[in-house]
């Protein structure tokens, strides 16, 4: 029994071994570029309908679509959240764009009784999962993202404008271009400020560009709150060294 009890741990230690073994071997075939790679990205997904949804949703809005995994949860942003329904305590329209599968929506009913709320989501099965979550809240509404109409007191896209940050950090990338080019950031960002109605809020967390360095930064002022100072590129996809984006920025 006692040599039977000692061999678990053994047996254990050796299969968390080997697979730190293939981690470490997916990993340098993927900063060298094989061939494989993206195949064996694409077949680990396909066992789950959370997975296929992901490939569906890259293949069919490829130059739409940012961030491709719809991981949320809810109070992820309590600062920005707080700040925000400071700023605009009286907000009527407030738009989560990147709802996910509507736990942030949640997040900002409790800052924003009163507002309608608009969730847009562009992978349709974590669109149709926060339809069903707030079906009984009557005053939000969850849609594609092109179907955005109107303007909105506060914009919130957080964890939304990048592509796959641990792969990114992973590959010690010198351009992200390739990756999540510069321009799909920047027409995003033109396109929620049109959104904004004049003195709304505009806040992005955990983006991999910086607003301030956008084509709209004039119309926007960028206010006090709190600062991400993760991996950023510039405008031409390159690393900048030590810089912080802001997160919360004022229609001017």
């Not at 739409?64 to 700023?87: I, M, N, S």
């Not at 709802?99 to 974590?126: K, Y």
């Not at 321009?183 to 955990?206: I, Y």
């Amino acid at each position: 029994m006692s040599q039977l009890a000692g061999d678990a741990p053994v047996g254990q230690h050796r299969r968390m071994a080997a697979i730190e073994q293939l981690r470490a071997f997916v990993k340098a075939a993927r900063k060298r570029g094989a061939a494989w790679v993206p195949l064996l990205d694409v077949v680990r997904l396909l066992p789950t309908a959370e997975g296929r949804a992901r490939l569906w949703t890259r293949a069919v809005h490829r130059s739409r679509v940012h961030q491709t995994t719809p991981y949320t949860e809810d109070e992820r942003y309590p600062e920005l959240f707080d700040l925000a329904a400071r700023l605009k305590p009286d907000a009527k329209r407030v738009l989560s764009f990147g709802c996910a599968t509507g736990e942030e929506i949640i997040s900002l009913r409790r800052r924003f009784p009163a507002a309608e709320i608009v969730g847009a989501e562009i992978n349709p099965r974590s669109r149709r999962i926060a339809g069903r979550r707030l079906a009984p809240d009557p005053r939000v509404t969850v849609l594609a993202p092109d179907r955005i109409a109107g303007e909105f007191d506060i914009i919130f896209a957080l964890a939304v404008l990048q592509r796959e940050p641990h792969k990114v950090e992973e590959l010690e990338l010198a351009d992200l271009t390739a990756i999540y080019p510069f321009d799909r950031f920047d027409s995003a960002v033109e396109e929620l400020a049109r959104h904004l109605s004049p003195g709304g809020l505009l806040c992005v967390m955990h983006a991999q560009y910086r607003v301030e360095d956008s084509s709209s930064a004039g119309l926007l002022e960028p206010l006090p709150g709190p600062t991400f100072p993760g991996l950023l590129f510039g405008r031409d996809g390159r690393p900048l060294e030590g810089a912080v984006a802001g997160s919360i920025f004022r229609r001017r």
